[in-house]
């Protein structure tokens, strides 16, 4: 194992970055303001004119702004991780290529997750700039949403790299896509207090990491307090799903690149 | 080849020459059908998450027209008009160019007897089929939970069909002159505004209304407007209006398909 040598590929995928960033930035920084836009002023103003005109005691745009923060980390690991990997594991072969030189299999995925790492911190840093354009951090502490945001895209991105890592062709991506990312998008506390979910969903949603995401982005946005114990709690649940990604997403790396 | 008769048994109009190309599709999805499969619960997703969820903090909304609907009635009808729209979006999109640049399906169908009009008319007629299976699959979950108002919402399938059709002939004409797979980027920048911002979630009275007009020429607003229209009983003559754009965007769309295919096909 050596990081100068995933450096390297995470240097490839900056290099790279360069032609195809325009992209990015409408998949990951237009679409999470326009649902902002929608759903917090469009759809939050009928929630105020209503009897419950607040949600958790916030206006809607301020209850849902963290949310987006912390889903759009989610969909960012997603984005990254499905055609991005096998596209360079399958069609276009680069880490065939890669691996031509001294560079090792581990040192391959350490350097694609370094470059995940980038690419989450780039669009929550500057969602996060919008959400203060917007008012709604309210304490100089909610820039700690910025890595909490992180963790909880790295929370999905070693798991989905070990998916990625098992397909042969994309339409397992559908169903990732549809079965996982857009489910927990809609009904992991993004948009409306996991408490009005039945029990059991309920149950469903705090086992993944993205409710815990949210939880912690929306208590340092919104200055709530949370108890230590709480927080901290959050925090195991996000760094051991990075952490049992990255071991999963290793093994499976070098299952399909050894050969 | 088992399949291939099995599908041939179908009664499908062999006749009609466009009919061997949706044939070929379904051929094709037997090794991909979780893609289709799992594109039926998107729009159903947002029901529960938006419609339901959402739905349980805003009270009830006041359509123009004087009705009073829940939050799930009002916003059920634009997601089946959205559905409509994904299918056959998601056919005439990534799926067309795939096969026109990459996989040169349509030049291969041209040795044939089959012509340009009846690969456009086939592509076009199967997206159309994959909107129609996600609006009819909706339409049935509205049902169920009780969120069509009136018995006029039976006919929100043909209009989800005439808008699929209409979303069907656009996206083929707009993907003749997609040049490469970044171009896809500036398509998600219509299609992401056309489905959040098109009165599927507010009415669009809350916008302001210079927003409003912009909206209102819109496909996607027209389907909405209409199937809304149909599942909650509020008919008007604002319906034929919906209808009457529809198909005169289709119209449009399927002259410049046809066309942008002849230009890039016979050359």
């Known amino acids: 194992m ?20 325009r992209g990015s930035i409408i998949v990951s920084f237009v679409s999470p303001i326009l649902f902002l836009a929608a759903m917090g002023l ?15 005691g916030y206006p809607y745009l301020d209850y849902l702004a963290p ?7 989610m969909q960012t690991a997603a984005l990254e991780t499905m055609y991005p990997i ?10 065939e290529s890669i691996l031509a030189t001294p560079v090792r299999v581990a040192e391959v995925f350490i350097g694609e997750l370094s470059w995940i790492c980038v690419r989450l911190l780039i669009v929550t840093t500057t969602f996060f700039t919008v959400m203060v354009a917007f008012r709604v951090v309210h304490t100089p502490a909610g820039i700690l949403a910025i890595p909490i945001a992180v963790l909880t895209g790295l929370a999905f991105g070693g798991a989905f790299m070990a998916y990625s890592s098992n397909q042969r062709n994309d339409s397992g991506f559908a169903a990732l896509n549809r079965f996982v990312v857009i489910p927990l998008f809609l009904l992991a506390g993004t948009f409306f207090p996991i ?5 059991v969903f309920q149950a469903i949603a705090w086992l993944t990491p993205l409710a815990h995401g949210v939880a912690l982005t929306r208590a340092v946005t919104l200055a709530t307090p949370m108890a230590p114990p709480a927080a901290l709690g959050h925090l195991a649940v996000l760094v051991a799903y990075a952490a049992v990604g990255f071991v999963i997403g290793r093994r499976n790396f070098e299952r399909r690149l050894t050969v | 080849m088992a399949v291939l008769q099995g599908l041939r048994a179908l009664p499908l109009p062999v ?11 379904l051929i094709h999805y037997r090794r991909h059908w979780i893609i289709i499969f799992s594109g039926f619960f998107e729009p159903l997703l947002y029901l529960l998450g ?13 359509v123009p027209g004087g009705q009073t609907l829940r939050y799930a009635v009002f916003v059920a009808p634009a997601l089946m008009a959205s559905s409509a729209m994904n299918g056959a979006v998601y056919e005439t999109s990534f799926n067309f160019f795939f096969k026109l640049k990459h996989m040169k399906i349509f030049d291969a169908a041209l040795t044939t007897p089959m012509g340009v009009g009846d690969v456009a008319l086939g592509e076009i007629g199967w997206a159309v089929a994959r909107g129609s299976v996600y609006a009819i699959g909706f339409l049935v979950v509205m049902t169920a939970l009780g969120l069509n108002a009136s018995p006029s919402a039976i006919l929100a399938l043909p209009a989800a069909m005439l808008l699929g059709f209409t979303f069907a002939s656009i996206g083929t004409a707009t993907t003749t002159f997609v040049r490469t797979w970044q171009d896809f980027d500036l398509v998600q920048l219509i299609l992401l ?19 409003q007009v912009v909206i209102e020429a819109t496909p996607l607003y027209h389907g909405v407007d209409l199937i809304r229209g149909l599942t909650t009983g509020a008919l008007g003559p604002g319906l034929v209006v919906d209808v009457a754009y529809l198909v005169v965007l289709a119209a449009i769309g399927l002259t410049i398909a046809g066309w942008r295919m002849r230009a890039l096909l016979l050359k």
């Open chain 1, 2 to 21: 050596n990081l100068a040598r995933a450096g390297v590929v995470l240097e490839r995928n900056a290099l790279n970055y360069r032609r195809t960033w």
């Open chain 2, 15 to 25: 006749g009609f020459r466009a009919a061997h190309i949706i044939e070929r599709n």
């Open chain 1, 86 to 95: 096998l596209a360079k594991l399958m069609w276009d072969k680069i880490y």
């Open chain 1, 67 to 73: 949310g987006l923060l912390a889903a759009t980390a």
């Open chain 2, 50 to 62: 938006i419609g339901y969820g959402v739905g349980s903090l805003v009270p009830a909304i006041h």
């Open chain 2, 193 to 211: 505004p056309l489905f959040l911002f098109s009165a599927t979630f507010t009415p669009i009275s809350l916008y302001p209304a210079p927003l």
């Open chain 1, 195 to 199: 408490t009005n979910l039945p029990a």
């Open chain 1, 42 to 56: 469009g759809l939050g103003s009928l929630i105020s004119h209503g009897q419950h005109r607040l949600v958790a």
